[in-house]
Nanobody, 127 residues
Framework: QVQLVESGGGSVQAGGSLRLSCAASGLTFNRYNMGWFRQAPGKDRESVAA????????DYTNAVKGRFIISRDNTKNMVYLQMNSLKPEDTAVYYC????????????????????WGKGTLVTVSS
């Protein structure tokens, strides 16, 4: 049974930083692409960042480029999202996701193939 458990959310002032963690179990972690998504109140869920299993290359939505960093530790079955220079518009529930895929696939395919999800962790950024 695949489980993804997020942690590290909380409240922070604008300009601050948070580090989200996701612990994965029940899957061959080093063969799964991993991603972070978020859903703000009244909005659709959106992709934030993703990291390939094959070469650990990364991709980010434009709104977080230069501020967020996704990383993974295959020895611990963990994926992280370091969030810096946080803005009020980053306020959302953040979800960890995992998906299988071929070694090199377009990011749009990788993001669309996420099929395991955590329950989310709330990030609140105040101005």
């Amino acid at each position: 049974q695949v489980q993804l458990v997020e942690s590290g959310g909380g409240s922070v002032q604008a300009g601050g930083s948070l580090r989200l963690s996701c612990a994965a179990s029940g899957l061959t972690f080093n063969r799964y692409n991993m991603g972070w998504f978020r859903q703000a109140p009244g909005k659709d869920r959106e992709s934030v960042a993703a990291i390939r299993w094959s070469d650990t290359s990364t991709d980010y939505t434009n709104a977080v480029k230069g501020r967020f960093i996704i990383s993974r530790d295959n020895t611990k079955n963990m994926v992280y999202l370091q969030m810096n220079s946080l803005k009020p518009e980053d306020t959302a529930v953040y979800y960890c996701a995992a998906g299988e895929g071929l070694p090199i696939q377009p990011w749009s395919v990788i993001i669309g193939a996420m099929n395991y999800w955590g329950k989310g962790t709330l990030v609140t950024v105040s101005s």
